[in-house]
C-alpha cells in the first residue's frame, strides 16, 4: 500500500507542472525507502504505524547511522528552534503592547495592514506584565526593570518638575553630560530601541507616526530652550559635526535627543517609557 501510495505521489510532481517522467519502477526500492526515513525522521508514530513493510528495521538503521542515508534530511533540532519561534510568535499575537493604541510602542505596527512598521527585523521581544491592570508591554516600551512590574496605570507619581530645573538654568541638575554622551551613544548603536530612532534612520516608513512622536507642548523661552540644545549638541560628537556643515543633526537633536532624554530622565524616577510619553504628549513634565 505504501508503495502504490507513494508511486502515485511522486507520479502527481510530475503530472502537474506537465514535466517528464525520469525515473521507473525499478527506482521504487530506494525512493520508497527514502519516503519511509523521511516519516520516521520528521513524524511522532506510535502502534500500526511503525509498521513499514519490511522496511521499518532499515529505516532505523540508516537513522542510527549504519547505513548511508538517501537524502541529507533536517536535523531535529532545527525543527525544534522553528516549532519555539513558532510557539512564542504565537503568544506574541496573543499579546497587546498598550502602547500600540497610543502610537507609542517602540514596534508599532500599520493601522491598514497589521505589518510592523519599526524594528521588523527583531525576532524576539521580551514582554512585561503589569500586577495592577494586567496589561502588557514590550519590555522597550516599559523601558525600566521592577519585579513585580507595574506600569503606574492607578499610581499618581510625583514625577520631577524638569521645566523648574531648567527655567532656573540648572540644566546640569537634570541632565550630566555623561547622562547625555551615553544616551546618545546607546541610540547610535541600538543598544537602545527607540522609536524615534528608527524613523530618523528610516524616514519613509511613516511620516504620519514621526508627526505624531514630535514634541508640541514645550513652554521654555527661547534662551533656555537654546542652552539646553547647546547643552547637548556639547555632550557629544554632534557640535562639531554641526560645525562642519552638517546642519541636519539640529533637527536630530530636537527630534530624537531631546525627548529621548527627557524620557530617560523620568525613567530614572521609576517612570515607564509609556508613561513618560503620555506625559510629554499632555506637557505635564514642563
Not at 37 to 58: P, Q, R, V
Not at 201 to 208: G, I, K
Request: proline share 3%.
Amino acid at each position: 500500500m505504501l508503495s502504490h501510495n507513494f508511486f502515485f505521489f511522486k507520479s502527481a510532481m510530475y503530472i502537474v507542472p506537465e514535466s517528464q517522467f525520469d525515473y521507473s519502477v525499478h527506482d521504487m526500492p530506494v525512493l520508497r525507502r527514502w519516503w519511509c526515513l523521511l516519516l520516521l525522521e520528521n513524524n511522532s508514530l506510535n502502534s500500526c504505524g511503525k509498521i513499514f513493510a519490511h522496511w521499518t528495521k532499515e529505516c532505523k538503521e540508516l537513522i542510527a547511522g549504519k547505513h548511508t542515508p538517501v537524502f541529507r534530511l533536517k536535523r531535529k533540532a532545527e525543527q525544534q528552534d522553528i516549532e519555539e519561534t513558532m510557539t512564542q510568535t504565537a503568544s506574541d499575537v496573543r499579546r497587546m503592547c498598550m502602547a500600540e493604541s497610543m502610537q507609542f510602542c517602540v514596534y508599532q505596527t500599520s493601522n491598514n495592514t497589521g505589518e510592523r512598521l519599526l524594528y521588523p527585523e527583531v525576532n524576539f521581544i521580551k514582554w512585561v506584565q503589569c500586577k495592577t491592570c494586567r496589561g502588557w508591554l514590550h519590555q522597550d516600551c516599559a523601558g525600566i526593570e521592577m519585579e513585580p512590574f507595574d506600569c503606574g496605570c492607578k499610581d499618581s507619581i510625583e514625577h520631577p518638575r524638569i521645566k523648574d530645573a531648567v527655567d532656573s538654568g540648572r540644566i546640569g541638575a537634570v541632565f550630566s553630560k555623561t547622562q547625555i554622551k551615553t544616551l546618545h551613544d546607546d541610540l547610535l548603536s541600538g543598544k537602545i530601541r527607540s522609536n524615534r530612532m528608527f524613523l530618523w534612520r528610516n524616514p519613509a516608513t511613516s511620516l504620519r507616526l514621526k508627526q505624531h512622536l514630535k514634541i508640541r507642548t514645550l513652554s521654555w523661552s527661547e534662551q533656555r530652550m537654546f542652552e539646553l540644545l547647546r547643552f547637548i549638541e556639547e555632550a557629544t560628537t554632534i557640535s562639531e559635526k554641526i560645525k562642519r556643515g552638517e546642519i541636519h543633526l539640529l533637527d536630530f537633536v530636537f527630534d530624537v535627543m531631546l525627548p529621548e532624554l527627557l524620557i530617560k530622565a523620568l525613567q530614572e524616577h521609576g517612570i515607564t517609557r509609556l508613561r513618560a510619553e503620555q506625559m510629554m504628549a499632555c506637557g505635564n513634565i514642563f
